[in-house]
């Protein structure tokens, strides 16, 4: 199974963003997607995710409102739509995929990582 996320960048606060990530080697549809993040000097954390139903979404408190998560199984790929950017959302982002098909909150349920995508708010 691979990964691979896209779409991050430079964008100034209050700005909008959509990530993008690419599954391939695996049955995309029955796949718990989520997102996470890691900050300079911090650890990674939860940012959305979504089953592999679509049914049900999770959403870090800190995104909700702002940050919208999808999924395309057609095209084998799901989406983080970023908008209001924050200065605090400023990290690597991370898309993992989950073949129980939980989509959880929790980084250890999730067996398979992209590479990262960079998203950096400028003031």
């Known amino acids: 199974v691979q990964l691979q996320a896209f779409g991050g960048g430079l964008v100034q606060a209050g700005g909008s963003l959509r990530l993008s990530c690419a599954a391939s080697g695996c049955s995309f549809s029955r796949y718990g997607m989520g997102w996470f993040r890691q900050a300079p000097g911090k650890e990674r954390e939860f940012v959305a995710a979504v089953t592999w139903t679509g049914s049900t979404i999770d959403y870090a408190d800190s995104v909700k409102g702002r940050f919208t998560i999808s999924r395309d199984n057609a095209k084998n790929t799901v989406y983080l739509q970023m908008n209001s950017l924050k200065l605090e959302d400023t990290a690597v982002y991370y898309c993992?995929?989950?073949?129980?098909?939980?989509?959880?909150?929790?980084?250890?349920?999730?067996?398979?990582w992209g590479q990262g995508t960079l998203v950096t708010v400028s003031s």
């Open positions: 993992a995929a989950d073949y129980r098909g939980l989509g959880t909150t929790n980084s250890y349920t999730y067996d398979y």
